[in-house]
C-alpha cells in the first residue's frame, strides 16, 4: 500500500482524506466511517449542526467504526459553542477552514487531537504553519466549495516549500490515481478530495446530485460570484473565498445580474439558509468542483479508496519506468 509520512501523522494507512460534504445530514456518517475503514481519514462537517446533534453525530459515527477520523469546522460561521463541542469529543483530527486557526490550535493539541488546516494561498500557509498546526491542505481553485484563485498545481510546490517539513496534502482536481501521483511529485504527502466522494454509494447527497455530477463537464463547475448576497459573512479571522458550484439557474441567474442579487440579497440569503437546513441546497448551488468531468461511476467508498490507490501506484510504476538507465558507475549513460 502507498503509504507517505503524512499518513502516521493522521493514524492512517493510505494518504488520502475525504473531504467534508455538504452537511453532515447530507453527507452521512456512513461515508465518514467507509472511508475511515478502507484505511483512508475520513472527514464530518459540523456545519449548521448544534452542540447536541455533533455529540449525536460522534456518537453514531463511533458505532460504525474504530478507526481515526476527522471533524471539521470552518469560519463561515464558527460558533464557539460547537467548538466546545467537538473539543470535549476528542477527535483523532480536528480539520478547520476557511479562516485563521489562532489561538485554537492549543485547545486542539490539549484535547489530543492532530490539527489539520485548510489554506488557500501560500500567506495563510505560513500563518499556520507559525501557530502550530500539524498538517496543511493546500486548496487549489478547481475545488468545489469556498476556494481561491490559485490552482493546485502552482499552490502545492509553493506550499510545500514554505512550509517545510510540515506534511503538506494537494486539494482540488484530483479524483483519480494519476492526481494522487502529480501530487506527489509536486512534494506533497497526500491528497484531500471532495468531489469524487460525493458520488460514492454512502454519501447522502441528493440522487440529483450525484446524478449532475456524472454528467457534468468540469467547464460546469463555476464560481458563484454573488455568493456575498446569499450567505452570511465570514466570522472573524475569517477568509474571503468564493465558492464553486454546478451550473443550475439559481447561479446563471446570479451570476449574470449581480446588481439584481444585491437588491433582493435579504430573500435571496432566507432562500438560501432555508435549503441549506431543509436538504435541498444541491437544487441551488450543489457545491463541487472541476473534477467532475473525471467522475463517470458511483461506487462504494471503499472500493474507490481501493481504486484510487491502485491507480496512484500504477501511474508511480509507470513513471519510474521513464527515468534515464543507469550505468555501472551509476550516471545516465550518454
Known sequence: MLRTRVCGVLGIEVPIVQGPLGGPWQQSMRLAAAVSDAGALGSVPTTLRTPAQVRDDVRRLRELTDRPFALNMTRRPFDPEVFDAVIAESPPVFSFALGEPDDLVTRVHDAGAVFLQ??????????????????????????????????????????????RPLPVLASGGVADGRGIAAALALGAQGVNIGTRFLASAECGVSDDWKAAILSAASQDAVKVAFVEHILPPPTEGGYMTVPRSLRTPFVEEGNAGPEAAAAQAEALRSKMMTSMRDGTAHELIPLTGQTAGLVRDIVPAAELVHRLITEAETTLRALAGLAPAKNGAGEPPG
Open 118 to 163: 485548510q489554506v488557500t494561498t501560500v500567506e495563510q500557509a505560513v500563518r499556520a504553519a507559525e501557530a502550530g498546526v500539524d498538517v496543511i491542505s493546500a486548496q487549489g481553485t478547481e475545488a468545489g466549495g469556498f476556494c481561491g484563485d490559485v490552482s493546485t498545481m502552482a499552490l502545492v510546490p509553493q506550499v510545500v516549500d514554505a512550509v
